[in-house]
């Protein structure tokens, strides 16, 4: 019988292992484009670890995030909040639907209709028991309304200006913060990407 090592998983035949499998995994790693990758991914994990006072944490004055049903929101907002209550919380949202940021000046869930917009990603109404409602009210310290215009211009000004493809959503995040830069004129803001899923009928607009 071999004694080299046996690896199985769920259910799939067991696969013998070379004896130097281990040594030939420790050469590759250290192949410079390896070895770059291992560093990149241990400072993502830096950035998303729960310390006490997290680097990003502490730089962060304000954050613009876009809102549609509140689950990106809420769930960002929680995290700052419980690390930095100080930390102010931005909801972005496009004017032709506006169910949540509605719905927290409202102090309930609205049953609205919305209008069509490029920010599919935040477009459409909210359960009626979600539990994102909660969640976004107690931690959004301001709310925004952008409109097609400004959703268009500020994905423009990531594209040509920072070369950066971005979706709708991204786009009335940053939206937002140009509509209330000046408030926040010297204090630290971070505006949150939330994705580069854009179609083709979207970019054909933006670039228009």
């Not at 729960?50 to 960002?76: D, E, K, N, Q, R």
């Not at 994102?132 to 097609?148: I, P």
């Not at 959503?169 to 580069?196: H, I, N, P, S, T």
Request: net charge negative; charged share 15%; proline share 5%.
């Amino acid at each position: 019988m071999s004694d080299r090592p046996i690896i199985a998983t769920n259910g799939v035949s067991a696969v013998p292992l070379p004896r130097d499998a281990a040594v030939l995994d420790f050469i590759a790693l250290l192949k410079p484009r390896v070895m770059s990758l291992v560093v990149f991914t241990a400072f993502v994990g830096l950035l998303v670890a729960p310390v006490t006072v997290h680097p990003f944490i502490a730089f962060c004055a304000v954050i613009f995030i876009a809102l549609g049903g509140g689950g990106l929101l809420g769930g960002v907002g929680a995290y700052l909040k419980a690390c930095r209550p100080d930390i102010e919380v931005v909801a972005c949202s496009p004017a032709n639907s506006c169910v949540m940021h509605d719905s927290i000046a409202a102090g309930h869930i609205l049953d609205q209709p919305s209008l069509p917009t490029l920010s599919d990603g935040t477009a459409g109404g909210v359960e009626a028991d979600s539990i994102t409602f909660e969640l976004c009210r107690d931690v959004v310290d301001h709310r925004v309304l952008v409109d097609e215009s400004q959703i268009v211009e500020a994905m423009r000004i990531l594209l040509f200006q920072e070369h950066t493809m971005v979706e709708g959503a991204a786009g009335v995040a940053l939206a937002g913060y140009l509509a209330m830069q000046e408030r926040f004129r010297g204090r630290r803001a971070v505006v949150l990407l939330c994705g580069a899923n854009a179609s083709e009928a979207v970019l054909r607009e933006v670039m228009s």
